[in-house]
């Protein structure tokens, strides 16, 4: 027997109380497990995995540092970001062929948000995703918080697609972390908190996004909006159809995305 408020209950009664009883959920009808950051942790890790797969592609320490950006402080290009990041059409290789989103490499969409220029871009793409994301998480959890990254991350990189130079290669977490700091704004203002700090933060990246080179304006500003889409989507839902409404946004947002990847596709080949 165990005891409870009044008196003891068997275990098999706790066990079938447990049962009928809903689990507690966020005010967006997330899980309470985002209060731990797995997703933020499991995302990061992946994307040092991949800083790592980027210097043994390459066979040497320059995917760390030495590379052109930001007086040679980012890494080098490699072979593996040759193979994942965002491009358009472009010819390359020995021997010479012809690589891209419009070729067919869809995959490079999703690959390109996890490859980073560098130990420096790394460092402060996932400094952002940490501290942006444990918040985002605890609040929408887990499942809401990776669609709403992923979601975003994909927005920029299909608005690097449309429109960057198609052969000028484009990679990073940057355009995920504008949708993250986006969304942060939004579900703050709903849940009546100050956003005071939110504010200066996004202006200065933006400003930095504008005024510093070799930075992709399209994927940055791709990002931020999708990202403000996703979270008006999940924070205003009404409850009695939130999990219809929050699925049916991001789903209204991939079609939207795939729509404008088949336009620019058929641009480049046509």
């Known amino acids: 027997m165990r005891e409870a408020s009044v008196g003891h209950q068997c275990p098999e009664c706790v066990r079938a109380g447990r049962r009928t009883q809903r689990p507690a959920r966020t005010a967006f009808g997330g899980s309470h497990a985002g209060q731990h950051g797995y997703v933020s942790l499991t995302l990061i890790a992946i994307n040092v995995l991949m800083l790592i797969a980027a210097a043994i592609s390459a066979g040497s320490g320059d995917a760390f540092a030495g590379g052109r950006g930001w007086g040679g402080l980012l890494g080098a290009r490699t072979p593996l970001h040759e193979w994942g990041s965002v491009l358009g059409q472009a010819l390359y290789g020995n021997p010479p062929q012809v690589h891209g989103i419009a070729e067919g490499e869809y995959y490079r ?6 490859l980073q220029y560098g130990l420096l871009h790394l460092m402060l793409n996932m400094w952002a995703l940490w501290v942006l994301g444990r918040t985002l998480e605890a609040v929408l959890g887990p499942a809401r918080f990776l669609a709403l990254y992923l979601t975003a991350g994909l927005g920029g990189n299909v608005a690097a697609y449309l429109f960057s130079d198609p052969a000028v290669l484009t990679a990073g977490a940057s355009g995920a972390i504008f949708g993250l700091f986006a969304a942060l704004f939004i579900v703050m203002r709903k849940l009546g ?78």
């Open 193 to 270: 908190r100050d956003t005071s700090a939110v504010v200066p933060i996004l202006v200065f990246n933006l400003v930095l996004t504008f005024s510093v080179s070799n930075i992709s304006i399209a994927g940055h500003l791709g990002g931020l909006v999708i990202g403000a889409l996703v979270a008006v989507g999940m924070a205003y839902a009404p409850q009695a159809r939130r999990v219809l409404l929050q699925s049916g946004t991001v789903v209204a947002v991939l079609v939207v995305l795939a729509v404008l990847t088949v336009v620019r596709t058929s641009a480049l080949t046509g």
């Open 109 to 114: 969409l999703l690959t390109g948000m996890f």
